[in-house]
């Protein structure tokens, strides 16, 4: 069998010439901006919805500090605690990208919310599913860790999003995802693949960022929500009220204060 020459030349143990502290103190000298922290918490919103609603109610403020020189940063009180939220961040490396940023910002928990296409039915979406662990069908993850078929969660972290969803609505439930790089390459054989695996949807993030979590040592939690069929049915791709909104800050309020408060609790040991 003949290895894939994106697979040559990777050294996952040893560490990067480029790092993201370096890129972040050159975009503050080019910016002109002081040092400051992200908030403790951030939010990858891949479709970019919610940010967009909250900004349009008057919910958000941006974090004019952040000097990513691809991303903005928006603020909003969840729960009463102040969390980053950063939108449109579509894709492993992408998301990856911005991940180490907000990380080496003192990001201390990121919770990535995408979308996601449905292989094997949980229901009729839309739903979200809690991603314990993601199919490695992309590229970025071979870079932080040798190959394997599948990136695991923290399974501490989905325990408590899971015990935190589990008598509350919207309907989550907790199963594997496979990220693609390549959304309009689903062929039958593929997604055939995935059900086989028991695979419950496919996205574009959680086996990347999952990757880079385990590889950094930093805490990160995939959410999809089913929200297609992959427009293999009319009405597809309907999120609900809002384009989702609301059912989506209803998840990460709770799921988020779970993990927060669990933290403290591990902290204060």
């Not at 427009?231 to 809002?242: L, M, N, P, Y």
Request: charged content about 20%; hydrophobic content about 45%.
């Amino acid at each position: 069998m003949v290895t894939p020459p994106i697979l040559d030349n990777k050294r996952t143990s040893s560490p990067s010439v480029f790092a993201p502290a370096a890129l972040l103190r050159e975009a503050r000298r080019q910016k002109k901006l002081a040092a400051a922290d992200v908030p403790g918490v951030c939010i990858l919103d891949p479709d970019g919805d919610i940010v967009r609603t909250l900004r349009a109610a008057g919910r958000t403020k941006r974090f004019e500090s952040w000097p990513c020189y691809h991303t903005e940063l928006d603020c909003f009180s969840l729960g009463g605690r102040e969390i980053g939220i950063v939108g449109r961040v579509v894709g492993s490396s992408f998301a990856v990208l911005v991940a180490e940023q907000l990380f080496a910002s003192g990001c201390r928990l990121l919770v990535s919310l995408t979308s996601a296409g449905q292989i094997v039915p949980s229901g009729a979406p839309p739903y979200f599913v809690i991603i314990d662990r993601a199919l490695r069908d992309e590229g970025t993850s071979y870079h932080y860790a040798p190959p394997a078929e599948f990136a695991d969660a923290d399974l501490a972290l989905v325990a408590t999003a899971s015990k935190a969803m589990s008598a509350h609505q919207p309907r989550c439930v907790v199963g594997s995802s496979w990220t693609t790089d390549a959304p309009f390459r689903e062929t039958l054989e593929a997604i055939e693949a995935a059900r086989d695996n028991g695979i419950l949807a496919v996205e574009m993030e959680a086996a990347a960022l999952y990757t880079f979590a385990s590889a950094a040592g930093v805490r990160i939690l995939c959410l999809a929500h089913v929200t297609n069929t992959m427009g293999q049915s009319g009405d597809d791709f309907e999120k609900g009220e809002a384009d989702g909104t609301n059912d989506a800050l209803a998840v990460l309020d709770k799921i988020v204060g779970a993990c927060c408060a669990e933290t403290s609790e591990l902290d204060a040991r």
